[in-house]
Nanobody, 125 residues
Framework: QVQLVESGGGLVQAGGSLRLSCAAS????????MAWFRQAPGKEREFVAATKWTSSITYYADSVKGRFTISRDNAKKMVFLQMNSLKPEDTAIYYCAVMRYNSGSVYYKNNYDNWGQGTQVTVSS
């Protein structure tokens, strides 16, 4: 059974940094991609960043490009999201997700098979 556990969220002032971690268990090594999404109150869950397990290709939402960096540790089956220059509009619950097979675009949340429980990120102004 696949389990994803996020950690690293918290309260930070605007301009600050946080590093989120996602530990995956129960995954086969052939899982296709992992991603971070976020959901603010009253809004749809939106794509933040993604990485494919077997390549160095990364993908970012325009709103976080240049500020956030997604990385992974294949051996430990962990994915990280380094978030710098945080803004109040980054406040949301951040979710880790895995696409176990090539189901389509990494930007589309319905293509992901498993989700973590989320970690709250709050950026104060």
């Amino acid at each position: 059974q696949v389990q994803l556990v996020e950690s690293g969220g918290g309260l930070v002032q605007a301009g600050g940094s946080l590093r989120l971690s996602c530990a995956a268990s129960g995954l086969t090594f052939s899982s296709y991609a992992m991603a971070w999404f976020r959901q603010a109150p009253g809004k749809e869950r939106e794509f933040v960043a993604a990485t494919k397990w077997t390549s160095s290709i990364t993908y970012y939402a325009d709103s976080v490009k240049g500020r956030f960096t997604i990385s992974r540790d294949n051996a430990k089956k962990m994915v990280f999201l380094q978030m710098n220059s945080l803004k109040p509009e980054d406040t949301a619950i951040y979710y880790c997700a895995v696409m176990r097979y090539n189901s389509g675009s990494v930007y589309y949340k319905n293509n992901y098979d498993n989700w973590g429980q989320g970690t709250q990120v709050t950026v104060s102004s």
